[in-house]
């Protein structure tokens, strides 16, 4: 079975800081991983996906994330963050859906605190 | 609308009362996802349709919860019986595909708190 692991549960940076979050997921075949994040008050929208191609793959707002498939790992990075990147961020992960697995598990989520 | 629109967006049940929680997906997506979050957790998948076809339910925690999407669009998530467990934010998604590039659109949610 699928699963997601987000290793922080809250992380808290300064205004500038670089970010890294990290990601693992468990899943034996080929996998589509997606990063999301819920701003304040705000619906869950998509900051960027992994489907194929180039591991190292960028998303909206400056963020980045890179796919390790020997690590089972997708990490979400940023160089330098923002007062308004203060959001929940959600590591996911769809199977194959020609394999019939068709939905998204989610991880738990990393709170993302920054400090003007 | 131009999302996905859920109703109502709070909901306060007497345990033991039957709710019922609706999505207006975007019209035309194919794809339609229900999605449970507890507090400070992650969604955690409910059930999913392709038109009105169930296609999976193997996250629906027990009898107590149905879901129906008869003509392909709208679809209601129904809890009989309500239990303080399930206080939570139920999430509808849907994508325009049944493919893994079919990026999903998430409603906002409604709040489900049960006493």
């Known amino acids: 079975a699928q699963s997601v692991s987000q290793h922080n549960h809250h992380v808290i940076l300064s205004e500038a800081a670089s970010l890294e979050l990290g990601c693992n997921y468990s899943y034996g075949g080929t996998v589509n991983l997606f990063w999301y994040v819920q701003y304040p008050g705000q619906h869950l929208q998509l900051l960027l996906k992994?489907?194929?191609?180039?591991?190292l793959v960028k998303g909206i707002k400056g963020f980045e994330a890179e796919f390790i498939k020997s690590k089972f790992s997708f990490n979400l990075r940023k160089p330098s963050v923002q007062w308004s990147d203060t959001a929940e961020y959600f590591c996911?992960?769809?199977?194959?859906?020609?394999?019939?697995?068709?939905?998204?598990?989610f991880g738990s989520g990393t709170r993302l605190s920054i400090r003007p | 609308g131009a999302g996905v629109s859920q109703s109502p967006r709070y909901k306060v049940a007497k345990r033991g009362q039957d709710v019922a929680l609706r999505c207006d997906p975007i019209s035309g997506h194919v794809s339609l996802f229900w999605y449970q979050q507890a507090l400070g957790q992650g969604p955690e998948f409910l059930t999913y349709?392709?038109?009105?076809?169930?296609?999976?339910k193997s996250g629906l925690p027990s009898d107590r919860f149905f879901a129906e999407r008869p003509e392909g669009s709208v679809s209601t998530l129904k809890i009989q019986r309500t239990q303080q467990e399930d206080s939570a934010v139920y999430l509808c998604?849907?994508?325009?595909?049944?493919?893994?590039?079919?990026?999903?659109?998430f409603g906002n949610g409604t709040r489900l708190t049960v006493t």
């Open positions: 998604a849907s994508s325009f595909k049944d493919r893994a590039n079919s990026p999903l659109h």
């Open positions: 992994y489907f194929s191609g180039d591991p």
């Open positions: 996911a992960v769809r199977g194959d859906p020609y394999s019939s697995a068709s939905k998204i598990i």
């Open positions: 349709f392709q038109n009105e076809a169930q296609l999976d």
